[in-house]
């Protein structure tokens, strides 16, 4: 089964990714926010946009050998031969050859190459030999790793990543375009190549920089790259002279900009790093983006044993420095120390550990882009979530359609049906459930009848859109079909049987009366109203939603899932705080929720958040549980003082408004069936939409994050305690108490064994809270579990003094190989020791590869100082009765390192 993506390597990559990450989530899916990022275009792109704009759609396809019906599949290989993929420049896969450059020069080899080259120069080939074959063991591990990890990854956000609808002669699909029917097929968005002819559609994300060859109301969201808050309308051709800004071009539609309602048609003229977007990242690769809080955490934790090497690793130079004479060994032997206290192989064990989460995840129809956001999953204390299609199902049904009387009226099913019908933006679930009524309304389908003229695209700040239409050569009518309060602030009369009156007063308190009954049953009800306009009326705005005359409303039932009440109450057993956040009425969804068992304890409106600043909403949103009649803005502004007060912030959503919020979440998740712009600003897809996953992956989370703070703490505390160790060794002994290389191969076979923590088992007590980063807490079990180590190496070291003698330097090779061993297997014991609070072996069992891996190691270690390869590393067997003692010493370790955790569980707690 493949796995997830974008930081396949981590650490190692991370980077790379760095600027492009930054440019896809904070440009591309920030449609709604006010501040232009740039109108300022490089001279040379500008006139290249400004000649494509001005030239005829048959010169411009000829001059790019392109052709109405689209190139085929060989002249776009072609052309992508010669152009390249349509990927943005930093945001190209890395070579196989310099990825496993990256591999190497991490510091563990390079002190290894370093201690090589010294060996080397002074004639110790065979010294020479081990150590090479020790780079070459270390860099291969990792390097395969990662690339397994990269390729299952790839493979597994090609599952999810969006599609580009294309024409192409030998398409397998049929579309008509002007009347025409064509072939089409769909493709990944960096295959397009310049003179692909592109369909788009309401929801879907612009994959290049494209000329507008036909545009059926188009509106385009590109706030991002011009600071326009509101849609701008596309059209094919210039409406009059060319802007002083290419972004200001009217039939130009830029990559990362996306399409919020109406069709169009579309030559690609610029890709990857010819386009705008591309040529932008280029410019300003001094920007990076902020870490999110798993990266923080990682950089705290690394920081911290990173701080703790600068301090130990002088002190370790200086003492064998000014001890034995040997400046030289005493400085590499302080390297190699260093290198021991290095946690090297925390970005292997991290990517396994993510990439393994990511694979269960994904066996559970949850699938990962952003591998980093499996540890936010776990973190989660917040699930923000809409109440359509998430609480409720994906199926509406339109059950009342009737007059402001509140009788049944076809009348107003009618005037739903053709807005419904004739407007070209993303049609929702409520438009399906008005359209699949249109048999009621007779063979004369009022489509027949009518013709569309034009139409007002829906805004979330409107809450309503319109179309204008006429019955053949009679004047235009503005349908309007919005949110009952907005469409009834238009509205200044109704139509009650034939006569139209004033809307009084009292008419709107008997509306909202009946209305509120409505939303009592569940019922969600929306407002129509129309308008008769001048015949001679030919260009129509938001102006002319004005003065309507309401005719009646439609009532929706979409009824709860039953997956929805024991899902939050599995979300709230693990912690997990669920808040709804919903555009609709607060009556409907507060029903709502009391069906799935979800308890409210507030509730507040779009229109109260927009009054209230950051402060007091940050205050406000802890004990709200209910927010509706929220604008896209609105959201976003919840989920960011949710996160301002400390909280680990999910938000699911699958629409066009929910794009900011996706953005401003920790993580963000959506489903296989959202637009375009909702599946790239999220972190996670559900191929199935139902908050029953969510719970699974929230236990994946946590699993992935116990098992990489095993690690951490088991790397941390081992390193403490040997320092102390070979302080004390190196105070009290006439020779190194173990060579360079010993450390450097001791390190290596450690680390070795701890390739099976991302597969470990982890015990259920762990997994049912959020679990956070805590470095105070890590420094604390340093200092608590290091010393332990360092008491039993220090009775080791009696051992080999008092019973053995190994005290001169004739005899140090001794002493080095039975430190070399009790260090090795007591390492190594304590990863059982310490992945878990409770009685390992007994109470709480590792996974079979962890088993294994420490077992070879131990094996191995000891095969090292017992066997024929033991000269090779300046070791020498060890008498028998060595093992005897070595196994009461590991057995009282054991013993006494299990009563400490009990002590550090009652005073400190496990997690």
């Not at 939603?545 to 024991?566: H, I, M, Q, R, W």
């Amino acid at each position: 089964m493949p796995h997830p993506v974008l930081h396949a390597h981590f650490l190692s990559r991370l980077r790379r990714r760095r600027l492009a990450r930054h440019f896809l989530r904070h440009f591309s899916f920030e449609l709604f926010r006010h501040a232009p990022v740039s109108k300022q275009v490089p001279p040379d792109l500008a006139r290249f946009l400004q000649a494509a704009a001005a030239e005829e759609p048959e010169a411009l396809l000829a001059r790019l050998h392109s052709h109405p019906d689209g190139l085929d599949a060989g002249q776009a290989a072609e052309i992508r031969r010669r152009s390249g993929d349509n990927l943005v420049s930093h945001d190209k896969p890395m070579p196989g050859w310099l990825h496993l450059w990256h591999c190497y020069i991490d510091p563990f080899n390079l002190l290894l190459t370093v201690l090589a080259v010294v060996s080397w120069s002074t004639g110790d080939l065979k010294a020479t030999s081990v150590i090479g074959c020790m780079v070459a063991l270390s860099t291969l591990i990792r390097f395969l790793q990662e690339y397994h990890s990269s390729r299952a990854a790839d493979a597994l956000k090609a599952m999810v990543g969006n599609k580009t609808t294309l024409l192409r002669p030998t398409g397998s699909q049929q579309v008509e375009v002007n009347g025409r029917s064509l072939h089409s097929e769909e493709v990944p968005p960096h295959e397009l190549v310049p003179g692909d002819i592109v369909l788009l559609s309401a929801g879907d994300m612009i994959p290049a920089d494209l000329r507008l060859l036909s545009a059926r109301n188009v509106f385009i969201g590109q706030a991002a790259m011009t600071g326009e808050a509101l849609p701008v309308e596309k059209f094919t051709r210039l409406r009059g002279p060319p802007p002083a800004s290419p972004l200001d071009l009217d039939n130009i539609a830029f990559m990362g900009t996306s399409v919020l309602s109406g069709s169009a048609t579309g030559v690609v003229i610029a890709t990857g790093a010819r386009s705008y977007f591309g040529t932008l990242a280029a410019r300003v690769t001094a920007i990076e983006a902020a870490p999110s809080a798993f990266q923080l955490g990682v950089n705290k934790v690394s920081w911290l044993l990173i701080r703790f090497m600068a301090v130990m690793t002088p002190i370790v130079f200086l003492i064998n420095g000014f001890t034995k004479g040997d400046w030289l060994q005493a400085f590499l032997f302080a390297m190699s120390v260093a290198i021991g206290l290095t946690p090297e192989m925390l970005p292997m064990v991290v990517t396994t550990t993510l990439a393994k989460g990511a694979v269960l995840l994904s066996r559970r129809k949850v699938i990962v882009k952003r591998l980093d956001a499996i540890q936010n999953f776990g973190a989660m204390d917040v699930l923000c979530t809409d109440k359509t299609g998430t609480l409720t199902q994906d199926h509406i049904v339109l059950q009342r359609h009737i007059d402001i009387d509140g009788h049944d009226s076809l009348k107003v099913l009618e005037y739903a049906w053709l807005n419904s019908h004739y407007q070209s933006g993303l049609k929702n679930l409520l438009d399906v459930a008005v359209l699949a009524r249109g048999g009621e309304l007779g063979d004369g389908a009022p489509g027949v009848r009518y013709h569309k003229i034009d139409e007002i695209p829906f805004d979330f700040q409107r809450r309503r859109m319109s179309v204008v239409v006429a019955d053949g050569d009679a004047a235009p009518l503005l349908i309007c079909k919005g949110a009952l309060e907005e469409t009834l602030a238009a509205c200044s009369q109704v139509l009650r049987g034939d006569a139209v009156e004033p809307l009084s007063t009292a008419l709107q308190a008997q509306l909202f009366a009946t209305t509120a009954r409505m939303n009592a049953d569940g019922l969600r009800v929306v407002g129509v109203a129309i308008k008769s306009l001048p015949a001679a009326a030919r260009a129509f705005s938001v102006a002319d939603e004005s003065g309507l005359t309401l005719v009646g409303c439609v009532a929706f039932l979409d009824p709860p899932k039953d997956s929805a009440a024991p899902a939050i109450e599995n979300l709230r057993q693990k912690g997990v705080t669920v808040k709804v956040l919903t555009g609709d009425n607060a009556a409907v969804t507060l029903r709502v929720c009391q069906e799935v068992g979800l308890a409210v304890h507030g509730t507040l409106l779009g229109s109260e958040v927009a009054e209230m600043d950051d402060a007091r909403l940050a205050a406000a949103v802890e004990a709200t549980t209910l927010f509706a009649k929220l604008a896209p803005l609105d959201k976003e502004r919840v989920v960011r003082a949710l996160r301002s007060r400390g909280h680990v912030v999910g938000f699911m959503g699958d629409g066009i408004n929910d794009a900011p919020a996706l953005h401003a979440a920790d993580i963000g998740i959506s489903v296989d069936t959202a637009v375009d712009i909702a599946r790239e600003a999220a972190d996670i897809i559900l191929l199935e939409k139902s908050l029953l996953v969510l719970g699974e992956g929230v236990r994946e989370g946590r699993k992935t994050f116990a098992n990489m703070l095993k690690y951490i703490r088991m790397t941390a505390s081992s390193n403490f305690g040997n320092v102390f160790s070979v302080l004390v060794a190196s105070v009290f002994l006439p020779f190194l108490p173990m060579l360079p290389m010993h450390l450097l191969l001791q390190n290596l076979l450690y680390d070795l064994s701890q390739t099976g923590i991302p597969f470990d088992n982890v015990d259920e007590e762990f997994l049912a809270a959020p679990q956070h980063w805590n470095v105070d807490g890590l420094g604390r079990f340093m200092v608590c579990f290091g010393p332990v180590s360092s008491v039993f190496d220090l009775l080791t070291f009696a051992l080999m003094a008092f019973v053995f003698h190994a005290t001169t330097p004739a005899t140090q090779t001794l002493f080095q190989s039975g430190w070399f061993v009790e260090g090795l297997l007591s390492q190594t014991l304590v990863v059982h020791m310490i992945r878990t609070r409770k009685l390992p072996f007994v109470e709480s069992r590792a996974s079979l590869p962890l088993i294994a891996m420490t077992s070879a190691t131990m094996l191995a270690g000891i095969a090292i100082a017992m066997g024929p390869l033991a000269h090779y590393f300046r070791l020498q067997a060890l008498p028998m009765a060595y093992f005897g003692w070595l196994g009461l010493i590991l057995l009282a370790y054991m013993g006494v390192t299990q009563g400490i955790k009990g002590w550090y569980d009652r005073r400190f707690g496990w997690q």
